[in-house]
């Protein structure tokens, strides 16, 4: 358990999906370009068994802001999307929001 005030330090933030394409040498691993409205961020994600990078491109998804930047593969995450997952993770699934909204807009 972590207090809110821990919670709160966490940012979430809605960002679109500008351009994904897979990332050489894994088969798990996609290299998002996220629009996130004042910036944009590359964001390394371990999905690419459940999506293709094309079909991706103008989704909104919700992302962890304000982690340490973090080298996978030699490429540098500067974030983490939200998904969740089954048990047995067979299936893994985006955290979008409902309705369109502005890429940078706050979650929470």
Known sequence: MISYE???K???RVGKILEAERVE???KLLKLKV???TETRQ???GIGKHYQPERLVGTSI???ANLEPRALMGLESQGM???ASD???TTLVLVRPDNDIAPGSSVG
Do not use: H, N, P, Y
């Open 6 to 8: 821990e919670f709160r």
């Open 81 to 83: 999307l939200l998904a």
């Open 87 to 89: 048990e047995g993770k």
């Open 35 to 37: 629009d996130l409205g």
């Open 62 to 64: 919700i992302i962890v």
């Open 25 to 27: 040498q894994s088969d």
């Open 43 to 45: 964001i390394v994600a």
């Open 10 to 12: 966490t940012e979430l």
